[in-house]
């Protein structure tokens, strides 16, 4: 399958701490985007970064993609408790699209 | 705008029993897409249609059936629910298949088949 892999699994850390959730996928790809979803409910777009692109911001939010390494990073700066939440790397593959299985971060106040 | 909308949001079946699950976009999209999320297995696409008119296969198709009925409606169906079909259903749309534009997802549908 090409479903891509988060690590790590589950994350906890404090408020104001920064967050790095890694994701590796296994052939090559068009674009890779990162989601939230909170407890419950519908998928949100984060950031996404194209193929030949290799680092991004959005606001609180960095995201790198190695393709040599088949590998994305999402680095979340000074974490709030709003943040609390699973977090997906999505690869896009021809007409496919695969979600990783996700990391699921908690900042605790 | 309602963005991306699903009903049921609840559902249980009992085995052999057929439902359609209904999804619709107001964003004038082209492309929308139906996912089942499992725990521990991410999302996985069911279905997909490029554009009014288009349908095709994503990785775990068997046991569905999609209709794009119009630009802005997409429905799933199950003819013949199984257990392993319990899950929570995603409906997405993008402004376009090709291009890496977003997906907007609906809040789901959780169907339970006993």
């Known amino acids: 399958s090409q479903q891509g892999e988060e690590d790590p699994q589950a994350l906890s850390i404090q408020e104001g701490e920064n967050a790095t959730m890694n994701c590796s996928y296994k052939t090559s790809i068009n674009n890779l985007q990162w989601y939230r979803q909170n407890s419950g409910r519908g998928l949100v777009h984060l950031i996404l970064i194209r193929s030949n692109e290799r680092e991004k911001h959005s606001g609180r939010l960095r995201v790198t993609l190695d393709t040599s390494k088949k590998s994305s990073s999402l680095l979340i700066t000074a974490s709030r408790a709003a943040d609390t939440a699973s977090y997906f790397c999505a690869t896009d593959v021809g007409n496919q699209f695969y979600f990783g299985t996700g990391t699921s971060l908690t900042v605790i106040p | 705008n309602a963005g991306v909308t699903q009903t049921p949001k609840f559902q249980v079946l009992k085995t052999g029993q057929s439902m359609t699950l209904q999804c619709a976009q107001d964003?004038?999209?082209?492309?929308m897409y139906w996912y089942r999320q499992d725990p521990g297995m991410g999302l996985r696409l069911i279905y997909y249609s490029a554009s009014e008119g288009t349908t095709d296969k994503g990785e775990v198709p068997n046991g569905y059936n999609v209709s794009r009925l119009n630009k802005r409606e997409f429905s799933l169906r199950l003819e013949s629910a199984a257990p392993s079909q319990t899950s929570v259903y995603f409906c997405?749309?993008?402004?376009?298949?090709?291009?890496?534009?977003?997906?907007?997802f609906g809040p789901g549908t959780r169907l339970t088949v006993t």
């Open positions: 964003m004038n999209h082209n492309s």
């Open positions: 997405a749309s993008s402004k376009s298949l090709a291009g890496g534009y977003e997906q907007y």
